[in-house]
DNA sequence: GTCTATATCTAGATAGAC
DNA sequence: GTCTATCTAGATATAGAC
């Protein structure tokens, strides 16, 4: 008797497949390989291939948005800290799961298209909420363009390996903070 | 005996599944349906699936360039119009084949993954050569990051149905040549 | 929960007739 | 150049023993 594979694991390797072969190029057989389990035991833990896109879209959520300071009490540092997050998360994989995954799913896997729009539209929210508290207007469309110009400027990292278009994205995001900090300046923004 | 598919229906078909599908699940099977072939018959034109990956693409970039107005003569004039070939491409099909591809092709097929930096490098050059005609400093990092705004800006549509980004992206890259005409104002700028 | 074994399907690609 | 027929490999998914 095997001790079981948490959950967790599995989730967190799906997520590495799908962020680097897309939806139709991750196999279960590769997942399986990978957590140790033979790909029929798969699924004993998920119903399906599909199912497993909005597990793997609930724990990047999860990561992203867990401990953010209040926007109430210190929006700029909200704001920094989610754009932060979002960028590291860009840079470390060269390129972004949901994004693979939204391009990648179909209409013949409709809960996981439905996971997808879950997904970006839970980013864009807390990205929105955080905008209105610094009274950045519009916040929701400056919220989606925001995303949107991270999101593209993976394109020049997956091709290139070129991470600059992202900095600048990046700083364009931080921009709308106040103005971004020098190296060694310690800047102490009004909350 | 049949008259000849033309190559190029082949390619445009192969394109319309690889911006839908991706890499991995667009089939050599559909695409033969979409032509009126039997699948062994695509192998007596192309010699892989891989190999269509450079056709599909060199077709695009022929298509987004060609009669483009000289640079020289007018930068404006031919970056609005490289612009909007770029945005209406990106709104009639919701989606980009090239970004599709990008994040799609992996080093197992490197062909096809040089034919995707191939293509968006030109892209790139393309736009950088008009900023640097209108004196846009600096122009190769400008034009990467437009493109990137625009290829971003598709994230929204693909899983909204959201095009307003994308206008957005549109009205921020025009504005690099001046100012943005409103409806109905016909402004003649200086070229 | 994991295993062996298997079912079913579809993929990319090849051989040879016409 | 297209066809019929076939190969080989890989995919998702299920059944039943331990």
Request: include cysteine; aromatic fraction near 6%; proline fraction near 6%.
């Amino acid at each position: 008797m095997r001790e079981p594979v948490p959950l967790r694991d599995i989730v967190i390797e799906a997520r590495e497949l799908f962020r680097e072969y897309g939806y139709e190029g991750a196999s279960m057989r590769d997942l399986a390989g990978r957590v140790g389990l033979r790909p029929q035991s798969l699924y004993t833990r998920f119903p399906s291939k599909e199912a497993l896109v909005s597990e793997v879209l609930a724990l990047t959520l999860e990561e992203m948005l867990e401990g953010l300071p209040d926007p109430d009490r210190n929006w700029r540092n909200a704001w920094r800290t989610l754009i932060g997050r979002i960028a590291q998360t860009l840079e470390n994989h060269g390129r972004c799961v949901g994004l693979h995954l939204a391009y990648g799913v179909t209409s013949a896997t409709p809960e996981a298209q439905k996971a997808v729009r879950v997904f970006f539209k839970s980013v864009q929210e807390a990205m929105t909420r955080i905008l209105r508290s610094g009274k950045i207007a519009p916040p929701a469309a400056t919220a989606a363009d925001t995303l949107a110009q991270l999101e593209g400027a993976t394109l020049w990292i997956a091709t290139e390996g070129d991470n600059r278009p992202l900095k600048r994205a990046v700083r364009r995001a931080l921009h709308l903070a106040g103005p971004v900090r020098r190296c060694g300046e310690k800047a102490e923004l009004p909350s």
